[in-house]
T-cell receptor
């Protein structure tokens, strides 16, 4: 069975600094997607970034980027120039690839605090 | 195009009552997933539905829980005879097609059992 592990229950970063959130996963599939979701206190799940396993290039979305290490099954999220609005729970998630049932498997999350 | 709509946002039920949670997927989306989030936990898959069909309910408790997605109207997650352990946030997510992995989430329903 696929699993997703986030080993950092809480992280803290100074405003304008950079922080990296860790995620590892376990799967025997070769085709899959990985995601980072942000959950602010409003509870809304917001997609931050996605990575297709077949792509070697790391995904980037503005201040957010990932370090995808397929052989190591590692998928970390880097937030640059941290802002107060980045404070939230962050969840790493996995889903099997094309043509399969697409239920997401989530890690337990990392609570990110941003200090002014 | 409205997002995924869930209602109610907050629901309080006494032990033994029934809870009905509603989810209207994004327009044109025909795949709905329900997830449950316990306190301090990530979301856990419960059930996957297409219109008029339950595709996978492997994550749903065998008793007291049921789900439907009728031809017309929202998807419903129904919990009968609620217990304190059912207190959680329940999210639905919709996909446009099965091969599109991006899930669009509603804001969730916070169920509190007193």
């Amino acid at each position: 069975a696929q699993t997703v592990t986030q080993s950092q229950p809480e992280m803290s970063v100074q405003e304008a600094e950079t922080v990296t959130l860790s995620c590892t996963y376990d799967t025997s599939e070769s085709d899959y997607y990985l995601f980072w979701y942000k959950q602010p206190p409003s509870r809304q799940m917001i997609l931050v970034i996605r990575q297709e396993a077949y792509k070697q290039q790391n995904a980037t979305e503005n201040r957010f980027s990932v370090n995808f290490q397929k052989a190591a099954k590692s998928f970390s999220l880097k937030i640059s120039d941290s802002q107060l609005g980045d404070a939230a729970m962050y969840f790493c998630a996995y889903v099997r690839g094309l043509g399969s049932q697409g239920n997401l498997i989530f890690g337990k999350g990392t609570k990110l605090s941003v200090k002014p | 195009n409205a997002g995924v709509m869930q209602n109610p946002r907050h629901l309080v039920r006494r032990r033994g009552q029934e809870a009905r949670l509603r989810c209207s997927p994004m327009k044109g989306h025909s795949h709905v997933y329900w997830y449950r989030q316990l306190p301090e936990e990530g979301l856990k898959f419960m059930v996957y539905l297409q219109k008029e069909n339950i595709i996978d309910e492997s994550g749903m408790p065998k008793e007291r829980f049921s789900a439907e997605f009728p031809k017309e109207g929202p998807s419903i997650l129904r919990i009968q005879q609620v217990v304190r352990g059912d207190s959680a946030a329940y999210f639905c997510a919709s996909h446009y097609t099965l091969t599109d992995p991006e899930a669009f989430f509603g804001q969730g329903t916070r169920l509190t059992v007193v």
